[in-house]
């Protein structure tokens, strides 16, 4: 398909996108790609593509390999992309990213440089693998239930010490509550009798996008303050308010939010909808975010960007 540029959004994955293997033949067939995992492997002081392209499931699977594997996995897809099309000159419409992938959003936008961005990924892994250990929390996917009769769902099933928030607005259906363990639990059973299809535990242990992540929020704080974050050449459609950031300053104030306020993510995406987007091109590994797209903008089209193959349909 011919691709219109001026009506796409570029949007980039989050944490569970990732799979052994990812980025191989990428780098494989684009050398800018293999140049920019080779480039994060010298900013890391480990083999990350290693780990990416032929580790064990399990090292990948630990958050401080994830998202920076996840991130360096985006960058090098659209690095890959402005390569092989540079006379596609005009920047897509809007760019967005699922948690973690707002980083990755930032870093195409020219908000971040790679190895600012990269760091800072790292470190955002790290706290929060930390704040899991200091204070371990849960989480649960809740289907069928709308977001009001889930907010007053956590509401009551919170205790002082034990608090449970919505932590990811997927799509409609598909939401994700994080916090304590026993106050997940009672919202699990509070959500099932206020008619939701099904609660399901997940397997983690770090209660993301929740106030158990508050005994790390001033070292990510520090930590985002220490980056250089420049202007946005693309806008980027931020997680926490889910509208343009407007600036550098407004960047770097929903990165340090986003720690313990809910991805609006369904709201992001009708927000781009509602401003000429027609066309999702799902930058980096897995298609998590376009079956969350089909559900939130009906009609619309959605692409894949992480595989050699894709680039084709891009033209």
């Known amino acids: 398909m011919k691709l219109n540029l001026q009506t796409t959004a570029f949007i980039f994955p989050g944490q569970g996108s990732q799979t052994v293997g990812m980025g191989k033949d990428l780098a494989a067939q684009h050398p800018i790609a293999k140049q920019t995992f080779e480039e994060a492997d010298s900013i890391l002081g480990f083999s990350l593509s290693s780990m990416m392209m032929e580790g064990a499931a399990d090292e990948l699977n630990d958050t401080v390999n994830t998202q920076p594997a996840l991130f360096v996995h985006s960058i090098a897809a659209f690095r890959a992309f402005s390569d092989l099309y540079p006379n596609l000159t005009t920047a897509p419409a809007m760019l967005a990213g699922h948690s973690l992938g707002e980083l990755s959003a930032l870093a195409a936008s020219g908000a971040l440089t790679f190895e600012d961005g990269l760091r ?10 930390h ?7 849960g989480m649960a996917a809740i289907l069928g239930l709308d977001i009001p009769t889930l907010d007053k769902v956590c509401a009551e099933a919170s205790a002082e010490g034990e608090s449970v928030q919505v932590a990811n607005d997927n799509c409609p259906g598909q939401v994700v509550i994080s916090g304590a363990k026993a ?4 919202a699990m059973a509070g959500a099932k009798s206020a008619g939701a299809k099904r609660a399901l535990p997940l397997a983690v242990s770090i209660a993301a996008h929740s106030s158990l992540m508050a005994p790390i929020q001033d070292e990510w704080n520090d930590a985002v303050a220490s980056a250089k974050f420049a202007a946005l050449n693309i806008p980027v459609i931020g997680n926490v308010h ?24 369904t709201e992001s995406v009708q927000y781009m909808a509602a401003n000429g987007i027609n066309t999702f091109v799902e930058v980096g590994t897995g298609a ?22 894709d680039f084709a349909a891009l033209e």
């Open 120 to 129: 800072l990924v790292r470190r955002r892994a790290e706290l929060m693998k």
């Open 131 to 137: 704040a899991g250990q200091l204070a371990p929390g």
């Open 183 to 186: 106050a997940v639990e009672r």
């Open 242 to 265: 889910a509208a343009p950031l407007a600036d550098a300053e407004a960047a770097r104030a929903d990165i340090i939010a986003q720690m313990q306020s809910r991805v609006r993510w």
């Open 288 to 309: 998590v975010l376009g079956g969350l797209v089909k559900r939130i903008a009906d009609g619309a089209t959605i692409l894949p960007l992480g595989n050699p193959q």
